[in-house]
């Protein structure tokens, strides 16, 4: 069609085509209510007149509604797509998305409002995955649209969460024999410093309790409790991020420090692979020497030499659970997902 044309509407293309327009919007649309043969016909004689399907924005008004879904992550979106544990929830979701054919939208909390002001005003519903950072929930629930909490919880808005800290007890209670273990933990971020760091003189985040850190802390300590074993503050080291680079810093501080710690619990597989890397590195024997642990169960857990003894949260299936649960009409006010311990060669078995 000449640039200087016209665009033409759906209701001037289905008089031109001689069918209705349902015939032309289902040619885009919903394709299974055509035969194959009417379909290809309505989209070659389509395209020919420059025409490529019904206006989003229009049909959006009509319907009152986008089928837009977004997921609020909690870190920036170049972090999310690294991290292996986000990569696996946002595959689950956009599995129940596409079924229900949806659009996914990401958007990051970490952005001003005046940033995403009108990509916020876009969806029918949102998935906050991870406590966010600044106003961006107060702002967003406001907007009265459904919402789901995945790995927090919010007031009374519906949450989909493991219990963190049973979790991570069960996997020290597995790993550590006795009070004679001399234990050490690499942590995900749990104050506010941007440098990996001991805990020694370092204050806890105020909405601590709000973070799995905090929670995977509190259940490797009621599993030192129980086997009388030490967990001193100097003995958790904070990493800003759950990076290998993050990992590897910390592990050669606690590796290097005398007496050595011969258990080190790792809030995340990242973690603890980049804690195995720098035990091989100084020639130290995993699991004869040193044992080590994870958390999430990402797929190289089990790939590595030795395999990594971890908790399995099931990412995917929570992806999936968030985004069947969020348009639910009675929805659920607090699920809670089961974990499963993972024993492999890193914890000695």
């Not at 389509?46 to 049909?59: C, I, K, V, W």
């Not at 927090?152 to 020290?172: C, H, M, Q, W, Y």
């Given at each position: ?126 998935i906050?995955?991870?406590a ?46 006795d ?18 760091c ?12 709000e ?27 904070h ?5 290998p ?70 990412s ?34």
């Open positions: 069609m000449p640039a200087n044309k016209k665009a033409l509407n759906l209701k001037e293309v289905s008089k031109i085509l001689g069918v209705s327009t349902a015939t032309v919007s289902n040619a885009f649309n919903r394709p299974d209510q055509l035969s194959e043969s009417l379909r290809q016909r309505i989209l070659k004689e389509t395209a020919e007149l420059g025409y490529h399907g019904p206006n989003l924005a229009a049909r959006s008004l009509r319907k009152g509604k986008t089928d837009v879904v977004a997921v609020v992550l909690a870190d920036t979106l170049s972090y999310s797509f690294s991290d292996p544990v986000a990569s696996q929830f946002l595959q689950g979701v956009s599995e129940i998305l596409s079924e229900q054919k949806r659009q996914l939208l990401l958007l990051s909390s970490r952005l001003a409002s005046k940033e995403q002001s009108s990509a916020e005003s876009l969806p029918d519903g949102f906050f995955y991870g966010p950072k600044g106003d961006a929930f107060e702002r967003i629930s406001r907007s009265g649209k459904p919402l789901i909490a995945v790995d927090f919880e919010k007031g009374t808005v519906p949450s989909l969460n493991i219990n963190n800290r049973s979790a991570a007890k069960d996997v020290a209670n597995h790993v550590i024999r009070g004679n273990d001399r234990v050490a933990v690499v942590s995900l971020r749990l104050i506010s410093s941007d440098r990996v001991r805990l020694e003189k370092a204050d806890l985040r105020d909405d601590c309790q973070i799995i850190a905090f929670n995977r802390l509190q259940g490797y300590m009621d599993a030192c409790k129980e086997k009388s074993a030490e967990l001193p503050p100097h003995m958790v080291w990493t800003p991020m759950n990076t680079e993050m990992a590897e810093k910390a592990a050669y501080e606690a590796l290097t420090i005398t007496p050595r710690p011969n258990v080190i619990l790792c809030m995340s597989d990242v973690l603890a692979l980049g804690v195995l890397r720098v035990a091989q590195s100084l020639k130290i024997k995993v699991p004869e020497e040193l044992r080590i642990v994870g958390f999430d169960d990402i797929p190289e857990a089990s790939r590595t030499v030795p395999a990594l003894t971890t908790v399995c949260q099931q995917i299936e929570k992806g999936r659970m968030a985004a069947k649960a969020l348009f639910e009409q009675n929805q659920q006010k607090n699920r809670l997902m089961e974990t499963r311990l993972m024993v492999r060669q890193s914890s000695g078995d």
